[in-house]
């Protein structure tokens, strides 16, 4: 059945179906809701994948429910589930075994149908949506990441945060994990040291794929990829990032179509190119002609429609036509 995930926390469902759009904050709120139960219950906590799951039947099963009452309370949480485990669930749903609940996280666009419509209609399950597509999602989110540190947000901070959660919601909640090392509880957050921890993030993840696709190399453009992915990059954050290194190449292409020298225009670029990465932009120019990053930028247009209109499918095959511009090396 559907549920509320602010009342999990007295939740006696053996298992919960957690449904997302943004994998970041999919698994943030999976984080704080195995915390809470598993305080609230005294229970162990066991992550699973799905071979795993499949293989082990004992782990719906306590340590005690075979043979006498249970010693203590459990807590699966299956972290990459399809609708190959359905009936493995459906099975623990009609007869849930004792002391025992399991925590299914999942994304939109998954193959996960048939987990998603057992939990909707069965009384032993919940089915909980975590979507940050309403203003009031956003709101409650930057709330329960700052009231209990004691952070005080400006309000150009706030506003800041929200309107970077949809497209960049890992480097929001990076930000807000950080912001509490470096700043005294009560003390207000302003816009500047909000952007400053969610550069640090969106420097150490995108960065690299940045450098690597302006030299137009195919292979340590596909390596910076997977690294920036494995490090949790979203794809709406490498889409943003490149927009704007290659939106800023156009300019600086316009300025010296007009006979302003590279070097120069460089200079002239605003926002500032960091100047440790002006001798890059000047390498990019001679490797991208104005018509090629019109393309580009084309093809990044083409990924972020799909993706926001709920592409199916691994979101790097979408990538293809971008890597393409690469030269084999």
Not at 100 to 115: E, R
Request: glycine residues 6%; charged residues 20%.
């Amino acid at each position: 059945m559907k549920a509320d995930y602010a009342a999990l926390g007295d939740s006696g469902a053996a298992s919960i179906f957690l449904y997302g759009t943004h994998d970041a904050y999919l698994m943030h709120k999976v984080n704080a809701l195995v915390e809470r139960l598993a305080k609230a219950k005294g229970a162990q906590v066991q992550w699973v994948d799905q071979q795993t799951f499949l293989a082990d039947p004992s782990l719906l099963h306590n340590q005690g429910d075979l043979f006498s009452k249970a010693s203590s309370n459990k807590i699966v949480v299956l972290e990459d589930a399809t609708d190959k485990s359905a009936s493995t669930v459906e099975g623990h749903l009609e007869a849930p075994k004792t002391g025992v609940m399991l925590i299914i996280p999942a994304m939109v666009g998954t193959s996960i149908k048939k987990l998603k419509l057992l939990h909707e209609k069965s009384k032993n399950g919940a089915f909980v949506t975590c979507y940050l597509s309403q203003a009031r999602d956003k709101q409650s989110f930057l709330n329960e990441m700052t009231q209990p540190q004691g952070l005080v947000l400006s309000r150009e901070a706030q506003v800041y945060a929200i309107q970077n959660m949809e497209d960049n919601v890992e480097a929001v909640l990076s930000a807000l994990q950080k912001l509490p090392f470096y700043m005294e509880p009560g003390t207000e957050v302003g816009l500047e040291h909000f952007q400053a921890c969610m550069s640090d993030f969106r420097e150490a993840n995108v960065r690299p794929l940045v450098t690597r696709l302006g030299d137009r190399i195919l292979s340590p453009v596909l390596r910076a990829y997977h690294e920036a992915k494995i490090l949790g990059a979203e794809e709406m954050a490498i889409l943003r990032s490149l927009n704007q290194h290659f939106a800023k190449l156009m300019h600086l292409r316009a300025l010296v179509s007009t006979g302003t020298p590279v070097a120069q225009a460089v200079q002239s670029l605003r926002p500032p190119v960091f100047f440790k990465e002006q001798d890059e932009f000047i390498r990019h120019h001679s490797k991208w002609s104005e018509k090629d990053i019109a393309t580009l930028m084309s093809c990044l247009n083409t990924i972020e429609l799909k993706i926001k209109t709920g592409y199916p499918f691994d979101p790097a095959q979408l990538w293809k036509p971008v890597f393409s511009m690469c030269k084999a090396g």
